[in-house]
């Protein structure tokens, strides 16, 4: 029994000296100290010694099992190390090879460019307001004063329905009129809306007109409201907008249905007003027109235009974006090219 | 609008000091807004105040002179070159090598008294090649003619830049430059600026150059110099004994004056006068009509010239008589370009007794015109001339343009409003002139028939206005200065803090009352300059904050669904009923509403006709657009479609389009990870994660299979939250996607939907409870059942749903299988189910307890346990 412990020992050390990997390492430790292991069984065989034996063999075999229980420790953390080096040394990736794609989702440009003006206009207290794309001629001609034949109608070519003074709007002004008929409760409550929407010119389709195009009207109406306000608060929109140092020009204008009228430039953020392509080198941008809400609308609106006055006005998303964007072909937008969206 | 500054000087003292791209800038911030400026041989300014760059040609002080050519020889070698001897002021007189046609008739005349004066170029000045293509510079050498050397040039337009014009050099009369020493910079003697304007259709006062000069006069507070409106001395027979008005619609012509010239010699105008015209782009014809259109762009007033022996000859025995009316029916009026028109109702004409003259306003008759001589038939042109100038009212103008589809310098005027007083001042302007160009003399006496004379238009305009409306303050002796500078009238009985203002008669843009006001706030503005007002916040209280819900919501579904991978895009509103009609396989009768289209009367392209009724067309042409460099597509786009009203304006109806089609996941270079393609399931799931994200709860929503032939048959459902149909999702019938372009690739589907959005989000709940995180364990079990292939799970999971009780938290369907061992016709399914309590660790017992119960409810139902 003692040399047969012994041989098991010797065996049992010589095996663990061959072993190079943790499954061996399993094997070795159920072979020879696991529940049917050698030594579990040899320590079982005690009893069957003489009992004068039995001390002695007792104690040496559970020397041995621990023993041999440390040096298993041993050489399973030589092994652990072993086969952790040779991880790190072989583990090497084509770290230049592409990532898995993943495919975003996305908003289109027009649909980015309306929330961040959005959200610009809502901190200032102005809030949306949605108005029909289909029109009644009234709404966005006459009632804004320009009544049949006006000049100002040439400004702006209509698409014209089968049905008799129903057309496509050619501005979101025509929400002006509905917007102070739903909120100005007969012309006794200030108003701040924003009007976004599409809106529909019967132009040739290039690279610099479209037949549909968004436009953000913004109106406010109350007691006290000048043309300072509109100019300081177009002002700071377009800081918010461009950028905390950017200058910004006024300059007289004409719409019909507002006076005085005022075109909006602001010092172009390409070239810092140098002259490039995207000002047309004039080192301007336009970026809105606006005015004083005239006293006719004002009137067809509910309002006394002796009492109550207002500012209003309008931009495009589409031509801020192509500036900022330096996109040059504004058919772009309704393509629907991924390779376009997909840049967004 | 073209604005020669040389021109405009006549009428406004614009100091050195000012630079044309300053006057431009000023002008642009006051509303007339400056295009361009044309540059005529003068350098730009350093300071370019927001005018591009310009490329022109500068002429060289140096190199770039006034000649005078002193004797035309001819060329030794060369018929057809001469030589020109040019005194420029140097020590000694050059001679240069020109082919010019315009200087062979002074071949051999020895000395030319007065001398011929023309631009002289020196060698090394730079000119634009009179015979290269297009737009080419060239620095001028010396190089030898027909062994003839030659050093210098005399000039065509062409290569100084000025037009295309090269078939002779310029040559300047001597009447007008002859006191001009030879050797003088020929930019001190002809250096220009052209300021080109895009005019707003308020400014109808300022088509001219006067019009213009008013506004400088105002904006730098200059006195303006009035043109000279008096009539040279007349002789014969009075004009009121020749001709006759009569006006029948003084509505529509207020006011029609005509004045009589004899003796006129029709010829080229003089060359001052053709100058002028070519600067604003007008080609020079004859004195006559050169005059007249000269005097248009001068004071903005047109005029029109007949042939007062034509008018005679009509007339017969008796004196021609003008007569301003409406068309009869069916009458016809040729015009001077030769087309013939028939005559709408609403257009105005100029006709004597015989009939049509002209078209009022836009443009005159080929018979009636002002002829020119014939040396052929040896007929001197016309001799006799009656110069009309009239007002008109704007609309009718506008109407004649439109049905005549005519444009004419003068209806761009006529057409945007001329006041009255202008008539009378045009014709007198026009006959002073052609008196001096044509040799003509002035019969006595005007015509002037006005019987509808415009009351002048007086505003009472409190000052505190501008502070109301401006927002600054300033004194009302400010105010006064800006409107005379405007030469608006201050009346005497203004009083206190009110100004009596009467608005001067070249004006028809500022109205009485209330809007007359916001009409001089508006020139205030503009003469004090907008960007001296203030820049201020408002003071004013907000009004009510409403929050818009509904477009809150759509951004949410657009953030939903862009999270869940898909590319938002927006389409043309537009399309057509024929293009819409390709949702319905060919031959069947479509499963859509038959609604009317909205219908443009004036379609631009033949593929934009209507408005549309349906997203899904655009997103089948938007997958179309894309396929070829992108097979996977994942799509949305939220807009509205239009229902046609017959009395009415359209239903405007909010929805939401979403398209899929090609590979579940991008491809990528790990073979065999592509997870095959998009199928209905990937729809579905989209859109119950929009549902589920919009907290809509998923017990209210139900697909329910549906017949609809735009999709795969028995591919398709309908969408119901609550009992209400809100929209379709399906797989896109074969048919219909290769109708589209889409190609027959039966194993690559394509999967639409359209929500009606309005609808879907009055679903949404306006609160919503978040649940507690359990802390309890939860119980899981698994149950599989063999049912009938052609069961729906649906049904089988509400039963499970059904007998579940309150503590059944999820089911999860995990494995659909049919085939072996599952009997033929039959399907197994395969749920997850979580067991949870809030408030105990559920026992293996209770949680048997309930699993049993579910397999007894679905055993009673026909399906059977799987083992």
């Known amino acids: 029994m003692q040399e047969k412990l012994e041989s098991i020992y010797q065996k049992a050390l010589a095996d663990l000296e061959a072993i190079h990997t943790s499954e061996e390492v399993k094997a070795w430790d159920s072979r020879y100290l696991g529940r ?147 909120y100005s409760e007969d012309g006794t409550r200030p108003i701040r809306v924003i009007l976004p929407g599409m ?121 801020i974006i192509m500036n900022k964007n330096r996109i040059e072909d504004i058919r772009y937008f309704w393509a629907n090219d991924l390779r376009f969206l997909e840049q967004y | 609008m073209k604005v020669p500054v040389s021109w405009l000087k006549e009428f406004v003292d614009i100091p050195a000091s000012v630079t044309v791209e300053e006057l431009s800038e000023r002008l642009t911030i006051a509303g007339l807004e400056v295009a361009k400026i044309h540059y005529i041989g003068i350098p730009q300014s350093a300071e370019r105040h927001g005018i591009p760059p310009s490329d022109h040609l500068v002429w060289d002080r140096e190199r770039v002179l006034l000649g005078a050519i002193k004797e035309i020889k001819p060329h030794p070698d060369a018929d057809r070159l001469v030589l020109a001897v040019v005194d420029y002021g140097g020590a000694a007189l050059e001679t240069v090598v020109t082919g010019a046609p315009n200087l062979f008739p002074y071949k051999d005349q020895g000395p030319l008294e007065p001398p011929l004066l023309t631009p002289f170029a020196l060698e090394g000045a730079e000119l634009i090649d009179g015979h290269g293509d297009g737009v080419q510079r060239l620095i001028l050498e010396e190089r030898e003619l027909r062994g003839i050397p030659n050093r210098c040039m005399v000039c065509s337009e062409m ?135 000269y005097v248009m762009f001068e004071i903005g007033q047109p005029t029109h010239a007949f042939d007062y022996d034509i008018l005679a000859n009509r007339a017969g025995d008796a004196n021609p008589v003008i007569i301003t009316r409406l068309p009869d029916a069916g009458e016809e009026l040729t015009t001077l370009d030769g087309k013939v028109h028939k005559l709408d109702p609403s257009v105005l004409l100029v006709a004597d007794e015989k009939g049509a003259l002209s078209l009022a306003g836009v443009m005159g008759g080929l018979e009636s015109e002002v ?59 026009g006959l002073k002139l052609m008196v001096e160009v044509s040799g003509a003399t002035l019969a006595p006496g005007l015509l002037d028939a006005y019987p509808a004379e415009p009351e002048p238009v007086v505003v009472d305009f409190p000052v505190d206005e501008v502070n109301r409306l401006l927002g600054f303050d300033i004194p009302k002796s400010a105010v006064a200065d800006i409107l005379r500078r405007l030469q608006f009238g201050i009346g005497e009985s203004s009083n206190g803090e009110v100004l009596q203002v009467t608005v001067p008669d070249h004006r028809l843009d500022i109205s009485p009352g209330i809007i007359g006001r916001a009409d001089l706030v508006e020139e205030i503005a503009r003469v004090y300059g907008y960007d001296r007002i203030p820049n201020t916040i408002m003071g004013d209280s907000l009004p009510p904050q409403r929050t818009n819900v509904s477009l809150e919501m759509e951004e949410r579904v657009r953030d939903l669904l862009a999270q869940a991978g898909l590319r938002e895009v927006i389409n043309y509103r537009f399309s057509t009923p024929q293009h819409e009609a390709l949702l319905t396989p060919e031959g069947q009768k479509p499963s859509w509403p038959e609604r009317e289209y909205i219908r443009l009367a004036n379609p631009i392209s033949a593929e934009r006709t209507a408005m549309r009724q349906t997203l899904l067309a655009g997103l089948l042409d938007n997958a179309v657009t894309n396929m070829h460099h992108h097979p996977r597509q994942r799509f949305f786009e939220i807009g ?63 697909f329910a299979p549906i017949a609809h032939n735009s999709f795969h048959p028995g591919r398709v459902a309908t969408l119901l939250i609550g009992d209400e149909p809100v929209g379709l999702l399906g797989e896109v019938h074969p048919l219909v996607r290769e109708a589209f372009g889409l190609g027959l690739d039966l194993e690559k589907p394509v999967l639409a939907a359209e929500l009606d959005l309005d609808r879907v989000l009055t679903m949404v709940p306006a609160e919503y409870v978040v649940q507690s995180i359990p802390t309890q364990p939860p119980a899981y079990r698994d149950i599989a059942v063999v049912v009938s292939a052609d069961r729906r799970s649906a049904s089988v999971e509400a039963l499970i749903w059904g007998s579940g009780g309150e503590l059944l938290r999820e089911v999860r369907l995990f494995d659909v299988y049919q085939g072996d061992p599952i009997p033929e016709g039959q399907k197994s399914l395969a749920y997850a189910l979580t067991f949870q309590s809030e408030t105990e660790t559920l026992t293996d017992k209770a949680v048997n307890k309930l699993q049993k119960k579910i397999i007894k409810t679905l055993e009673d139902s026909g399906a059977k346990l799987r083992a």
């Not at chain 1, 050698?38 to 041995?64: C, H, S, W, Y």
């Not at chain 2, 110069?387 to 004649?400: G, Q, S, V």
């Not at chain 2, 057409?415 to 045009?426: D, E, K, Q």
């Open chain 2, 640 to 702: 509205h479609v239009y229902y046609g009203n017959a009395d009415d304006l359209p239903e405007e109806i909010r929805r939401l389009g979403i398209l899929l089609a090609g590979p579940r996941q991008a491809a990528g270079w790990m073979g065999g990870v592509v997870a095959g393609n998009s199928d209905f399931y990937d729809l579905k799931g989209i859109v119950e994660t929009l549902l589920a994200g919009l907290h809509i709860e998923m017990r209210h929503v139900h």
């Open chain 2, 371 to 429: 002829q020119e001589p014939d040396p052929e038939r040896d007929y001197p042109g016309s001799t006799t001339v009656l110069l009309e100038a009239a007002a008109w009212n704007f609309i009718t103008i506008r109407k004649t343009m439109s049905s005549t589809k005519l444009h004419s310098e003068a209806a761009a005027r006529f057409s945007r409003g001329v006041h009255p007083a202008m008539a009378l001042r045009g014709l007198k302007r």
């Open chain 1, 199 to 319: 809106c529909y010119r019967y132009e040739q389709i290039t690279a610099r007109s479209e037949i549909q195009f968004h436009q953000v009207e913004g109106l406010a109406v109350g007691k006290g409201i000048r043309m300072s306000d509109l100019k300081g608060t177009v002002a700071e929109f377009a800081r918010r907008l461009y950028g905390p140092d950017t200058e910004v020009r006024y300059r007289a204008s004409y719409f019909p249905f507002t006076e005085p009228s005022m075109e909006v430039d602001v010092k172009c953020h390409i070239c810092g007003g140098q002259g490039c392509p995207v000002c047309k080198r004039t080192g301007w941008i336009e970026i809105m027109g606006s005015g004083m809400v005239h006293p006719e609308v004002l009137r067809n609106g509910g309002y006394d235009p002796t009492e109550w006055s207002g500012f209003a006005f309008g931009m495009g998303p589409e031509r």
């Open chain 2, 159 to 293: 290569e100084l830049g000025i037009s295309e014009e090269h078939e002779g050099i310029m040559l300047l009369p001597y009447e007008q430059y002859g006191n001009i020493q030879p050797g003088t910079p020929l930019v001190d003697v002809l250096g220009d600026a052209v300021i080109e304007m895009e005019l707003t259709p308020n400014l109808a006062r300022c088509f001219s150059v006067l019009g213009v000069a008013r506004e400088v006069a105002a904006l730098y507070d200059l006195p303006i110099k009035e043109p000279d409106y008096s009539l040279p001395p007349p002789s014969g027979t009075g004009v009121d004994e020749l001709a006759a008005i009569e006006i029948r619609e003084p509505e529509l012509n207020p006011r029609f004056t005509a004045g009589l010239l004899r003796d006129v010699t029709i010829t080229d105008s003089p060359w001052w006068l053709q100058w002028r015209l070519k600067l604003v782009g007008q080609r020079p014809i004859n004195n006559i009509v050169d005059v007249s259109n």
């Open chain 1, 36 to 182: 049917k292991g050698e030594m579990t069984l040899i320590l079982r065989q005690t009893g069957k010694l003489p009992p004068e034996e039995r001390a002695d063999f007792g104690k040496r075999a559970n020397e041995v099992k621990n023993l041999l229980a440390t040096a298993l420790e041993k050489r399973e953390a030589l092994i652990r190390e072993h086969e952790l080096a040779r991880s790190l040394e072989e583990g090497e990736l084509d770290v230049t090879l592409p990532g898995r794609p993943l495919t975003m989702g996305g908003l289109h440009p027009s649909t980015r460019m309306l929330r961040r003006i959005k959200e610009i206009w809502a901190d200032m207290g102005f809030q949306v307001y949605r108005s029909r794309d289909v029109e009644h001629d009234e709404y966005n001609f006459t009632l804004l004063n320009m009544p049949p034949h006006h000049p100002a109608r040439d400004m702006q070519d209509t698409f014209y329905t089968t049905q008799p003074n129903i057309i496509l709007r050619t501005h979101t002004s025509p929400g002006q009129i509905r917007a102070m008929h739903d």
